[in-house]
């Protein structure tokens, strides 16, 4: 008699860890693939909406800075601005790191 209760909790207990498996699976999955585009699409939306509300805010005849001849070509050639985005993410990367507590950076 004990061995058939026992047959029979583990056949409950295998059916519940294979639903419990199926859905940890599925939703990983989900978490890997679909999170990062929502997260990319409502980042987006952000950005559009913070950006139409600048534009739409500043002056017609805002000057916007112009280079021709060779500061163009200097900035163009040496990747000055490529540069900066570099430089301003590792910054960025490097604020972020240090607000994380007991890492030493």
């Known amino acids: 008699m004990g061995a058939l209760i026992s047959a029979f909790a583990s056949f409950i207990a295998n059916i519940f860890m294979k639903s419990f498996l199926a859905n940890k699976i599925v939703l ?3 978490f890997i693939t679909v999170l990062p ?3 990319y699409n409502l980042a987006y939306e952000f950005i559009s909406l913070a950006y139409n509300l600048l534009i739409s805010t500043l002056p017609e005849e805002l000057e916007k800075p112009q280079f021709v001849g060779l500061a163009a070509w200097l900035l163009e050639n040496l990747y000055f601005l490529q540069s900066l985005s570099v430089i301003a993410s ?4 490097r604020v972020a790191i240090s607000a994380i507590p007991f890492i030493r950076g």
């Open 28 to 30: 990983s999955f989900l």
């Open 37 to 39: 585009i929502v997260l």
């Open 90 to 93: 590792a910054i960025a990367t």
